[in-house]
């Protein structure tokens, strides 16, 4: 199998370390960025707007993939369908709630909503071309099937390479602490960590530290930094300086109103750090409820503070849940378990012989 991946920026990072596992499965791979090679409008820079995407041909005629996967809904998977090359697209959220949210909070001037209804209607053309939809958990596969039921829909979680994840230092916080980590870039997500203020008062001793930044930072900060306990760190370097985080923090804290398939959460565990996370979308099928950490109702801030309580309190189970933690994520989310599974549901569904 030739596979040609076109990915996001912020992702090729991680689709490296999937095509490192896939080679290794005799899967011939290309890995570029997708705007280089396919773009056009509604594209951020102008310059792109009328291109003639030749840079794509060139690289379909040097390469020949027999499948082209990608991991977001753009141009790229456009040309791959009008090139009638089998298209696989990878769904990292939960795309219609997505642009609903953008519709109602950051995309509400005209030329927004514009630019909204048009990346609607290239995602919706790469849906209905794909031969396969590949969603990040189970939850999401269900709303996927329910929307495309003549389509073949097949989980693809997020892989991870434990070995990346170790102890390492070079960050001082004060303990106890609980460490979050997670962005401020949609709305329905971020705004869960409103539950922290009532959760504060009660833990001053304490320390929280949120790592990560967004737009909606500034809808959150002034309700949290009034506490002493509660510091932001803004974003982090990613892996070092993420590694450093996660090295450092007694517990990790995952406060979401909606996700599919959290990075963090993986990362956390595989750090032997004990987890307390909203149980919502597809993150129940990342960690395992009182064995690698706890699940708490959206918006219930008491539920939330005894669960942090316990592990703040009780080192034993903290240290327990946190070696499950990294048990669990590495035996069911490392690239090489997620590239053979990759490799097996592509072959159940293409012929490529």
Same mark, same amino acid.
């Given at each position: 199998?030739?596979?040609?991946?076109?990915?996001? #920026?912020?992702?090729?990072?991680?689709?490296?370390?999937?095509?490192?596992?896939?080679?290794?499965?005799?899967?011939?791979?290309?890995?570029?960025?997708?705007?280089?090679?396919?773009?056009?409008?509604? +594209?951020?820079?102008?310059?792109?707007?009328?291109?003639?995407?030749?840079?794509?041909?060139?690289?379909?005629?040097?390469?020949?993939?027999?499948?082209?996967?990608?991991?977001?809904?753009?141009?790229?998977?456009?040309?791959?369908?009008?090139?009638?090359?089998?298209?696989?697209?990878?769904?990292?959220?939960?795309?219609?709630?997505?642009?609903?949210?953008?519709?109602?909070?950051?995309?509400? #001037?005209?030329?927004?909503?514009?630019?909204?209804?048009?990346?609607?209607?290239?995602?919706?053309?790469?849906?209905?071309?794909?031969?396969?939809?590949?969603?990040?958990?189970?939850?999401?596969?269900?709303?996927?099937?329910?929307?495309?039921?003549?389509?073949?829909?097949?989980?693809?979680?997020?892989?991870?390479?434990?070995?990346?994840?170790?102890?390492?230092?070079?960050?001082?916080?004060?303990?106890?602490?609980?460490?979050?980590?997670?962005? /401020?870039?949609?709305?329905?997500?971020?705004?869960?960590?409103?539950?922290?203020?009532?959760?504060?008062?009660?833990?001053?001793?304490?320390?929280?530290?949120?790592?990560?930044?967004?737009?909606?930072?500034?809808?959150?900060?002034?309700?949290?930094?009034?506490?002493?306990?509660?510091?932001?760190?803004?974003?982090?370097?990613?892996?070092?300086?993420?590694?450093?985080?996660?090295?450092?923090?007694?517990?990790? /804290?995952?406060?979401?109103?909606?996700?599919? +398939?959290?990075?963090?959460?993986?990362?956390?565990?595989?750090?032997?750090?004990?987890?307390?996370?909203?149980?919502?979308?597809?993150?129940?099928?990342?960690?395992?409820?009182?064995?690698?950490?706890?699940?708490?109702?959206?918006?219930?801030?008491?539920?939330?503070?005894?669960?942090?309580?316990?592990?703040?309190?009780?080192?034993?189970?903290?240290?327990?849940?946190?070696?499950?933690?990294?048990?669990?994520?590495?035996?069911?989310?490392?690239?090489?378990?997620?590239?053979?599974?990759?490799?097996?549901?592509?072959?159940?569904?293409?012929?490529? #012989?």
């Amino acid at each position: 199998m030739k596979l040609l991946i076109g990915g996001s #920026s912020s992702k090729i990072f991680h689709l490296q370390e999937f095509v490192n596992a896939l080679e290794k499965l005799n899967v011939e791979c290309k890995l570029v960025f997708d705007a280089d090679y396919a773009n056009g409008f509604p +594209s951020r820079k102008l310059g792109t707007w009328l291109t003639t995407n030749s840079k794509f041909n060139d690289l379909i005629s040097n390469f020949k993939p027999d499948v082209i996967f990608v991991d977001r809904q753009r141009h790229f998977g456009l040309e791959a369908i009008k090139k009638e090359i089998p298209l696989l697209v990878h769904l990292r959220g939960n795309h219609w709630e997505e642009i609903k949210m953008a519709r109602e909070t950051l995309y509400k #001037s005209l030329p927004k909503k514009i630019a909204l209804q048009k990346w609607e209607e290239i995602s919706e053309k790469c849906f209905e071309g794909s031969k396969i939809i590949l969603p990040i958990c189970n939850f999401l596969s269900d709303i996927v099937t329910k929307r495309y039921q003549n389509k073949p829909v097949e989980t693809l979680y997020q892989g991870i390479s434990p070995s990346n994840w170790y102890h390492t230092d070079g960050m001082k916080l004060k303990h106890p602490c609980v460490g979050l980590l997670q962005g /401020a870039t949609i709305w329905d997500k971020t705004k869960e960590m409103l539950v922290l203020p009532k959760v504060l008062e009660k833990m001053p001793n304490v320390t929280f530290y949120w790592a990560g930044d967004g737009p909606y930072r500034d809808k959150i900060i002034p309700k949290l930094e009034k506490f002493k306990n509660f510091q932001w760190l803004g974003a982090l370097e990613y892996p070092g300086k993420v590694r450093q985080f996660l090295s450092e923090i007694d517990v990790y /804290a995952l406060l979401s109103g909606i996700d599919m +398939s959290p990075l963090t959460l993986q990362e956390a565990q595989l750090m032997q750090k004990p987890v307390v996370a909203t149980n919502v979308g597809g993150i129940p099928e990342l960690m395992r409820n009182n064995k690698t950490g706890f699940l708490t109702k959206k918006g219930d801030h008491d539920e939330l503070f005894k669960k942090l309580e316990i592990l703040i309190n009780d080192e034993k189970m903290s240290q327990k849940m946190g070696n499950a933690g990294k048990e669990f994520i590495s035996n069911n989310f490392s690239w090489e378990i997620i590239a053979k599974d990759f490799k097996a549901k592509v072959e159940k569904h293409l012929d490529l #012989s």
